[in-house]
């Protein structure tokens, strides 16, 4: 029944998609096909058919280039993207139109799918009108905007961010609506700069991490490097999900990791074993809501680098219900053990909007692996593996639209 409803869905969707200038399919859509291993394809060359009769079809062109995105197709993505954006700055995702209860415009810059907030799976069946503005340094900035009622800055901390973010904050100083999330406060988010803004609160165990670029690793003498001691942790910047993340035990495996690592640019971190007493990693996602925390998932594993993909989750009953039963106690357990560290982290960045990767030691502190403001939060697993989840995400898109709603009301 499910795949036949599948089935129907993706026949509808691929018929709206072939009309000329369609609505947006938008991020969320063509992920949650993409996650539930549906095939694309059929939809990408719908998508490029329009394309070629219409080549002012920025819609067409921006899901395209997220559907080769999606594909690990980078490059020619990017290149998609790029016209897209030169066509059209403004993209209206699927909502409520008409009958929304609140605007919200989210600005975004170019670039890959984990360099921006994927903001509409936090407000995907909600009431509001979500408008996606792109703004890059390689055109002109809009004159005039839309009407909205409160601004996100989506635009997430990396390298090559940077510039944008400065830009930013110049161009939102007299904005005139009230805005979630300001650049510069998105800006220090680097993991070298979120290590020592949160040293020394009671609680929080958080390794200093420091940014060194090849010659620094390649010139350590046999310790190493930054000072630090084996083992140590070991990733370029800018890098996530941890791609080319390695725990490193000797100069000579530095040495064999540069070999196949490209890049000039590397954070090193001291290793924190933060092994449970029955020998499992556990990780935490946590979303930080005006300082109150949520949780949107709980990935255990085998091994210390965890993902929730990686992990196992969906082959081990016992561990979805160590999850389930952790989503139902966190106010009270979790959250509550956590409080003063997490309003501590909370204040000291200064974000509204904020997620923490992160887990416990075995002295009881928070570990914090990464701040950030672009982490992917969901609720694209299946009801009948994850039937605890849905409650639970909804609870937490439930805040983020109160949070729109008291940001809202700032300004009267």
């Known amino acids: 029944m499910l795949m036949d409803d599948i089935s129907r869905a993706d026949t509808a969707q691929l018929q709206a998609a072939s009309r000329p200038f369609s609505a947006l399919l938008g991020l969320a859509t063509l992920m949650r096909q993409a996650f539930l291993g ?91 009108q979500v408008e996606l503005l792109y703004l890059s340094l390689d055109a002109d900035w809009p004159s005039s905007i839309s009407d909205h009622d409160v601004l996100l800055v989506g635009v997430a901390e990396s390298e090559e961010n940077k510039p944008l973010l400065a830009h930013l904050a110049q161009f939102l100083a007299v904005w005139p609506r009230p805005v979630i999330n300001f650049p510069a406060r998105i800006a220090a988010l680097t993991r070298e700069q979120v290590s020592l803004g949160l ?86 996602r946590i979303v930080l809501i005006n300082g109150r925390p949520y949780l949107s998932h709980l990935a255990i594993s085998e091994h210390w680098m965890i993902h929730y993909l990686n992990a196992g989750m969906r082959d081990s009953a016992e561990k979805r219900a160590e999850e389930a039963a952790c989503m139902a106690g966190f106010d009270t357990g979790f959250a509550r053990l956590h409080a003063d560290a997490l309003m501590a982290i909370y204040q000291r960045l200064g974000l509204p909007f904020l997620q923490l990767d992160c887990a416990e030691t ?15 939060i969901h609720n694209m697993d299946e009801v009948a593996l994850f039937p605890y989840k849905r409650a639970v995400m909804q609870k937490l898109f439930a805040a983020f639209r109160q949070l729109l709603e008291d940001t809202r009301a700032t300004a009267a």
Not at 362 to 372: K, S
Request: some cysteine.
């Open 38 to 128: 549906q095939d694309l394809g059929p939809l990408g060359t719908v998508l490029l058919k329009r394309i070629e009769l219409n080549p002012g079809d920025a819609n067409a062109l921006l899901d395209c280039s997220t559907i080769l995105l999606l594909r690990g197709d980078t490059a020619l993505g990017l290149l998609m993207q790029a016209h897209a954006i030169a066509l059209q700055t403004s993209y209206l995702l699927p909502g409520p139109g008409a009958s929304a209860g609140l605007k919200l415009m989210v600005i975004m810059g170019p670039g890959a799918l984990m360099w921006n907030t994927p903001v509409e799976f936090l407000t995907e069946y909600s009431d509001v």
């Open 199 to 284: 040293r020394g609160i009671r609680g929080v165990d958080i390794p200093q991490t420091l940014k060194v670029n090849r010659a620094a690793l390649q010139l350590s003498n046999g310790g190493a490097p930054a000072g630090q001691v084996f083992p140590v942790i070991l990733r370029p910047v800018d890098s996530h999900a941890g791609k080319n993340l390695d725990k490193i035990a000797s100069h000579e495996e530095i040495a064999s990791y540069l070999d196949r690592v490209a890049g000039d640019l590397f954070y090193i971190s001291q290793f924190v074993d933060y092994a449970s007493a029955d020998g499992l990693y556990r990780k935490y």
């Open 362 to 376: 075995p002295a009881g502190d928070l570990l914090i692996f990464e701040a950030g403001t672009a982490m992917l």
